[in-house]
């Protein structure tokens, strides 16, 4: 079935970054936009950015500009979301989600498990 | 940007109806989608489009849209509704960037 597996939880200190990664299975990972999008404790749903799989190209909402960066290896089907210089208010559980499109319409319609980012601090 | 707002919170009884709602400038150009997150889960794609289900959502989830207002509507609420909801929709910067509604937490009494 069509799903995206995450990396596992990771605890961090602050400065330092992490990477996380996602996999893709079942369906052409290149035909599809991957998106990332964090949420902080108790908080709501925030938009990090994406990649597109097939050309490498990605978007990252301005606030996350300089310290993320998105990556792919179509060799394996997998995302991977790069945070860097990490502060105590990134302690978030970070998803990826891929992007379907149907009737001029776009959406996540799969989404990983999360990948819980906590400050070690 | 453009920002999405919803209501904190709502409640509705057991079998009865509740209807979700969101604003904001972006949907007079995009249909919202709505995600359904129950605690410690992923969120759930539960609408999307004009008002579109994925497979395996029960149709007493529906959408719709009004100039700059998306609806999400359960009818019939059943205890395993409760959760919170999000709406988005595509930014208005024309980048692909997207923008997530505040968040409504629905309670099932």
């Known amino acids: 079935q069509v799903q995206l597996v995450q990396s596992g939880a990771e605890v961090r200190k602050p400065g330092a970054s992490v990477k996380v990664s996602c996999k893709a299975s079942?369906?052409?990972?290149?035909?599809?936009?991957i998106h990332w999008v964090r949420q902080a404790p108790g908080q709501g749903l925030e938009w990090m950015g994406w990649?597109?799989?097939?050309?490498?190209?990605?978007n990252y909402v301005q606030k996350f500009q300089g310290w993320v960066t998105m990556t792919r290896d179509t060799s394996i089907s997998t995302a991977y979301m790069d945070l860097s210089r990490l502060r105590s208010d990134d302690t978030a559980v970070y998803y990826c989600?891929?992007?379907?499109?149907?009737?001029?319409?776009?959406?996540?319609?799969?989404w990983g498990q999360g990948t819980t980012v906590t400050d070690s601090s | 940007s453009s920002e999405l707002t919803q209501d904190p919170a709502v409640s509705v009884a057991l079998g009865q109806t509740v209807r979700i709602t969101c604003q904001g400038d972006?949907?007079?150009?995009?249909?919202a989608s709505w995600y359904q997150q129950r605690p410690g889960q992923a969120p759930l794609l539960v609408i999307y489009?004009?008002?579109n289900r994925p497979s395996g959502i029960p149709d007493r989830f529906s959408g719709s849209r009004s100039r700059n207002t998306a609806s999400l509507t359960i009818t019939g609420a059943q205890a395993e509704d409760e959760a919170d909801y999000y709406c988005?929709?595509?930014?208005?910067?024309?980048?692909?960037?997207?923008?997530f509604g505040t968040g409504t937490k629905v309670t099932v009494l």
């Open positions: 989600a891929r992007e379907g499109c149907s009737g001029g319409s776009c959406f996540l319609d799969v």
């Open positions: 489009g004009k008002n």
């Open positions: 988005t929709s595509r930014d208005t910067s024309g980048n692909r960037l997207y923008v």
């Open positions: 990649i597109n799989p097939k050309s490498g190209d990605r």
């Open positions: 079942g369906y052409t990972f290149t035909d599809y936009y």
């Open positions: 972006s949907l007079r150009t995009y249909y």
